[in-house]
């Protein structure tokens, strides 16, 4: 029998994302925060491929991936939430902020190993930071990502339906915590009390070491305040501020066979705790 969450996940997935795309983009070509300088065509086919070539590598490396495990440790009975007997909104809801603290944790360890940041700066070494900066991760961190939260799974038999949010809001927000565009200020105090807004995230993406290793979360803002790393606002300004990171500044390196061998190119540049620190 196929799980009716497992039979639609594709679709549901599929739907969110390319829906959360288009509005974010229509967003942020109407009201851009801060100028374009690099042609948008370079950024976003090469962006966007990646996303291709990253779900690909995905699929063919795991048999099976976090939703369909989680389902999975339901049937077999392991996993904390599979062993007790708890209510399905506290499942839920712890499930979701373990999860969500977990990226948090995984985010600061891309940033404090060497070998991880090698993989993670690829990230950072978007020139520009829009809407597609938010899928460009190098399918090496998407294949580490998934292992970790392949073991969050096995360990907390977490409600399926809650693995599948968090993916899909994940994958939501870090679209929108890279969208080029600025909430009216007021607002974005009062949204960054819960949630990472674009201003907060775009300050982790500044050429500075001291900004770099900040606000690392994804969805809520709260691990940040809690565990030390918020930065509210960029040095120079959200206008003058320089995006990415000192090494691979062309625009060749903007391409996907770049992006692609980044990690084995160079040295390995200014990890966190090696120049960097949050308290800059
Ligand atoms: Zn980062
Ligand atoms: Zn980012």
Request: no cysteine.
């Amino acid at each position: 029998m196929t799980d009716p969450l497992l039979a639609n996940e594709p679709l549901i997935r599929l739907a969110a994302f390319l829906g959360v795309l288009a509005l974010l983009a229509a967003w942020e070509l109407s009201a851009p925060r801060r100028r374009a300088e690099i042609p948008r065509l370079l950024r976003w086919s090469n962006n966007l491929v990646l996303v291709a070539v990253d779900t690909a590598v995905l699929r063919l490396v795991f048999p099976v991936l976090a939703v369909g495990f989680a389902v999975y440790a339901e049937d077999r009975g392991f996993g904390l939430f599979n062993l007790v007997e708890a209510p399905y909104w506290l499942a839920f809801v712890v499930s979701f902020l373990a999860f969500d603290l977990a990226i948090y944790l995984q985010h600061v360890m891309f940033h404090a190993v060497p070998a991880l940041w090698r993989l993670h700066r690829m990230h950072h070494a978007d020139l520009e930071i829009d809407v597609t900066t938010g899928l460009r991760f190098h399918p090496l961190e998407i294949l580490i990502s998934m292992g970790i939260k392949l073991a969050l799974v096995a360990a907390l038999g977490p409600p399926a339906a809650a693995v599948l949010m968090f993916e899909v809001v994940l994958n939501a927000m870090s679209m929108a915590t890279h969208t080029n565009v600025g909430l009216p200020a007021k607002l974005d105090r009062i949204a960054r009390f819960l949630v990472v807004t674009p201003d907060m995230h775009r300050v982790h993406h500044s050429v500075d070491p001291s900004e770099t290793h900040t606000n690392f979360g994804f969805n809520l803002s709260w691990w940040d305040r809690l565990l030390g790393t918020y930065r509210p606002q960029p040095k120079l300004g959200h206008l003058g501020m320089t995006i990415g990171i000192p090494e691979f500044r062309t625009r060749r390196d903007l391409w996907l066979d770049r992006m692609l061998v980044q990690p084995f190119r160079g040295r390995a540049g200014e990890p966190m705790g090696k120049g960097g620190r949050p308290e800059g």
